[in-house]
């Protein structure tokens, strides 16, 4: 028989490229590996990993304390404008509005007239003038009090500023006319 292919010659049960094999036992450096570095490795993983779950343990602390002071300054501000309201609501009722337009000298008014312009303009209630009562006393005291205007004497005593180069000064006295000092004497009559 001939050769088969692959190379397998017939009556040997020996496959091409096999042979005898030889194992070999050499005393020497086995290849060692240290463990230090990997040792070194986890440690650095674990610590790591403690900080930051450390540091997101107190980004969150952080953030439930800034929670909390939000939530009670919120509670705070809305008791605040929930009084704010009342207070508007007192001044802006009926009685208490009629008790300052009262005090202002106000009076209430007569008989009340609508049209009605659906209707042509005809006019719906009987219109009458407000009742009067006495007139409020005029109150002597001066809505805007004017100061007391200073004695000439003490306004030529008194020293002028003085300017430098590239300074204007303005001198302003709204009680004296501009005119001139010996204008602003007094003429005896109370000023108004």
């Keep these: 028989m001939g050769p088969v292919a692959g190379g397998v010659r017939a009556g040997s049960g020996a496959l091409p490229g096999q042979g005898r094999a030889r194992i070999t036992v050499r005393p020497g450096r086995r290849p060692v590996r240290g463990r230090t570095p990997f040792a070194v490795l ?17 980004a969150l602390n952080e953030g ?45 008014s007569g008989g009340m007239a609508f049209l009605d312009v659906q ?41 002028a500023p003085t300017a430098t180069a590239g300074d204007s000064v303005v001198q302003i006295n709204p009680g004296a006319p501009a ?9 005896g009559g109370a000023a108004r």
Excluded at 43 to 52: P, T
């Design 179 to 187: 005119a001139s000092p010996a204008a602003s004497a007094p003429t």
């Design 119 to 159: 209707n042509g303009g005809k006019v719906l209630g009987k219109p009458g003038p407000a009742q009067d009562s006495p007139p409020v006393k005029r109150s002597t005291v001066e809505p805007w009090p004017m100061k007391q205007q200073p004695s000439p004497s003490a306004q030529q005593s008194a020293p």
């Design 42 to 58: 986890v440690v650095v993983l674990l610590a790591a990993g403690l900080l930051g779950l450390l540091a997101l343990n107190t």
């Design 64 to 108: 439930s304390f800034e929670l909390s002071r939000l939530q009670k300054q919120t509670t705070v501000l809305t008791d605040e404008q929930q009084g704010l309201q009342h207070q508007i609501d007192q001044s802006s009722a009926p009685d208490a509005l009629a008790k300052r337009a009262a005090g202002l000298g106000m009076i209430p």
